[in-house]
């Protein structure tokens, strides 16, 4: 690795740290540099899914006081998540490549609509609850969809923020930045187990994992101060954004 690249890799990491800890899709930098830079593509996905990990765990430390009295449900979704990166790995190493990502900007896509109609049917589904707490929290719907989100997250990391948020968004009544805070810790799961499976059985660029993993983690400091700052309707207004920006980079990559 030359010292330019080793700039522009460190450069991108806290690029993507920033964008995970705001909404998502960093890997949407950090994948293109690193496959750029001439590294083969399975081994830039593993080595990103690792470098990534600090820097999601380092934004979810800066919405604590946003997740403040909502750790038990935390914990139920991050189970989820949880079991969702292990299935997304095992597919990751066994199928070919393409036969997922052929989706990926058809999920995307359908992600950042509902970030767009989120308001509307959250006042129509806060209508119907009628103060159910049950419904409140989720239930096992959501707990599902962030099941199938872990497995995209674990397979390819890219906008999976962008989905969870879209899909909590929709069947939870809760404030933006806290979801916002629920959504980094849960991709904080999908990338530390993604990371541990492939650190003992996939190809690793450790150089790159040490350059991302300390960008990232200045990016996420940096990202979730920003973040927090945001009223709701501009944060919704980055996520459709950097969602769009996903859809097309996918279907030109």
């Known amino acids: 690795m030359t010292w330019w690249h080793a700039v522009i890799i460190f450069i991108a990491g806290i690029w993507a740290g920033t964008i995970n800890a705001v909404v998502g899709s960093g890997t949407l930098v950090t994948f293109p540099v690193l496959v750029a830079l001439g590294y083969p593509p399975l081994t830039a996905t593993t080595s990103n899914a690792i470098g990534l990990a600090p820097g999601t765990v380092s934004g979810a430390i800066g919405y604590r006081a946003e997740l403040e009295g909502y750790w038990p449900q935390v914990i139920r979704y991050s189970v989820a998540s949880f079991f969702g990166a292990i299935g997304g790995t095992i597919l990751l190493l066994k199928l070919p490549k393409d036969a997922f990502e052929t989706i990926v900007p058809v999920l995307v896509g359908l992600a950042v609509i509902l970030v767009i109609i989120q308001p509307r049917v959250s006042k129509w589904v806060a209508r119907r609850r009628q103060g159910d707490e049950t419904e409140h929290k989720g239930g096992p719907l959501l707990l599902f969809f962030i099941f199938l989100i872990g497995i995209y997250g674990g397979y390819f990391t890219a906008a999976q923020g962008v989905m969870l948020m879209a899909v909590m968004g929709m069947m939870l009544s809760q404030p933006l930045q806290r979801l916002n805070g629920v959504k980094n810790v849960l991709a904080a799961v999908v990338n530390i187990i993604a990371g541990l499976i492939y650190a003992f059985v996939a190809p690793i660029s450790w150089p790159v994992v040490a ?41 030109l990559k």
């Open 211 to 251: 350059l991302l993993a300390v960008g990232s983690t200045i990016g996420g400091q940096v990202g979730a101060k920003i973040g927090r700052k945001l009223p709701p309707t501009v944060l919704r207004g980055v996520i459709v954004v950097i969602g769009l920006a996903a859809v097309v980079q996918l279907l």
